[in-house]
């Protein structure tokens, strides 16, 4: 539990909102109130025949999961958004502190508002989520005000492992080039032939940090929301450039490669990002193969899908690795990966890209036989 210095914004609005509340009501028995002005109130009026206070009227007028506590500390009023979120049962009036949060943290705060009569805003955590909650006196009662940070926590702790790992992955090409140039300088005058070895390695850094780069753009490209503008895409051809293309370095590691797809296999989407999705399935169905391996590419249509299927005879993928293959930087081998040119970012486009067509991806591993994905994307553009 971590107190917060500045009073959040949230509660001085809640603790408005009920000044304002009050005074509403009080004008509301002293004259009517027009209906022009009635017809969209900033606050929630009380109900003249409802016998709860007006404070549990408001209360649950609350988008914010909110509870009311009385002088004793017995729940007064929950709203459905905090009965939603704390599990509590409707009409749970009279449960302790303790009983209707399940959380000593909460429980905590809400004793030492009561004691300084000061507000107080702290991050709790309750069963497996990050909770905000804010804690002020109305009166003799106890208002807390609620809200769900574990998503946005989540998104703050993938961002900070991406930067961790790009600065990582940034690191080792930028590093080996600097190197490389070093030695360049000094080889060049008296061995020529040595130089040139160099040369060719700090080409390959250079490619490796190029792909690295455009990896990163194009996973931060396919990760803004946003419409398709989608045209005719013929995933057929982009296999059979695809397969054409990985052929030679097939051949060079003895992988038997082979495509199994229609004359044309047309579907709504983008262009590059489809090509990227069967680049990098096919790219890595031979990098990761066996000398003499196999690799099967094949496409059929399912009613009004299409179905892209990858399978290799390959090193195979680990059964507790399989959830997080698609994660950024994961990788299953690090040292072959890197080894092999690897930058860890190619699955995850793949899901992105997939996912942003209205398609899906699945994948099958048996360690040390091989590793088959299936991608299923909508022929429309109704995904």
């Given at each position: 539990m971590n107190a917060l210095a500045e009073t959040p914004v949230l509660l001085l609005v809640?603790?408005?909102?009920?000044?304002?509340?009050?005074?509403?009501?009080?004008?509301?028995?002293?004259?009517?109130?027009p209906a022009a002005q009635n017809a969209a109130p900033a606050i929630p009026a009380a109900d003249p025949q409802d016998p709860r206070?007006?404070?549990?009227?408001?209360?649950?007028?609350l988008n914010q999961p909110a509870l009311l506590f009385d002088a004793v500390g017995r729940l007064d009023?929950?709203?459905?958004?905090?009965?939603?979120?704390?599990?509590?049962?409707?009409?749970?009036?009279?449960?302790?502190?303790?009983?209707?949060?399940?959380?000593?943290?909460?429980?905590?705060?809400?004793?030492?508002?009561?004691a300084t009569h000061e507000p107080m805003t702290v991050d709790v955590e309750r069963a497996g989520r990050e909770l905000r909650v804010g804690v002020s006196l109305v009166g003799d009662e106890t208002l807390v005000v609620l809200a769900d940070r574990t998503r946005e926590r989540q998104i703050e702790d993938l961002r900070r492992d991406f930067v961790v790992n790009a600065s990582h992955e940034l690191k080792t090409p930028v590093t080996a080039i600097q190197t490389l140039?070093?030695?360049?300088?000094?080889?060049?005058?008296?061995?020529?032939?040595?130089?040139?070895?160099?040369?060719?390695?700090?080409?390959?850094?250079?490619?490796?940090?190029?792909?690295?780069?455009?990896e990163l753009l194009d996973l931060r490209r396919l990760e803004v929301a946003g419409p398709l503008e989608r045209v005719p895409v013929d995933?057929?051809?982009i296999a059979r450039l695809v397969v054409a293309e990985q052929l030679p370095r097939a051949e060079t590691r003895q992988v038997t490669l082979e495509l199994d797809a229609p004359e044309g296999a047309p579907v709504a989407g983008v262009k590059a990002d489809l090509e990227a999705v069967v680049k990098n399935l096919v790219s890595n169905a031979v990098k990761y193969n066996r000398?003499?391996?196999?690799?099967?590419?094949?496409?059929?249509?399912?009613?009004?899908?299409?179905?892209?299927?990858?399978?290799?005879?390959?090193?195979g993928i680990r059964q507790q690795d399989l959830p997080r293959i698609f994660e950024r930087f994961y990788r299953v081998d690090t040292a072959r990966s890197r080894a092999t040119g690897g930058?860890?970012?190619?699955?995850?486009?793949?899901?992105?890209?997939?996912?942003?067509?209205?398609?899906?991806?699945?994948?099958?591993?048996?360690?040390?036989?091989?590793?088959?994905?299936?991608?299923?994307?909508?022929?429309?553009?109704?995904?």
């Open positions: 809640v603790l408005g909102a009920l000044v304002l509340a009050t005074v509403a009501l009080r004008r509301r028995a002293a004259r009517p109130v206070p007006w404070r549990a009227q408001f209360v649950d007028a009023a929950a709203n459905g958004a905090a009965c939603d979120l704390m599990g509590l049962r409707p009409n749970a009036q009279g449960l302790t502190i303790m009983e209707s949060t399940a959380s000593t943290g909460i429980a905590d705060v809400v004793a030492r508002v009561r140039g070093d030695a360049i300088a000094v080889t060049l005058p008296d061995d020529p032939k040595r130089a040139a070895s160099l040369v060719k390695r700090l080409n390959e850094e250079s490619e490796r940090l190029a792909r690295l780069v455009n995933l057929a051809e000398e003499g391996g196999r690799v099967d590419v094949a496409l059929r249509t399912e009613g009004a899908t299409r179905v892209l299927t990858v399978s290799d005879t390959g090193i930058t860890g970012l190619g699955l995850s486009i793949v899901r992105h890209a997939v996912e942003r067509h209205g398609g899906t991806v699945q994948v099958a591993s048996s360690l040390g036989e091989g590793t088959t994905f299936t991608v299923t994307l909508p022929i429309g553009s109704d995904g």
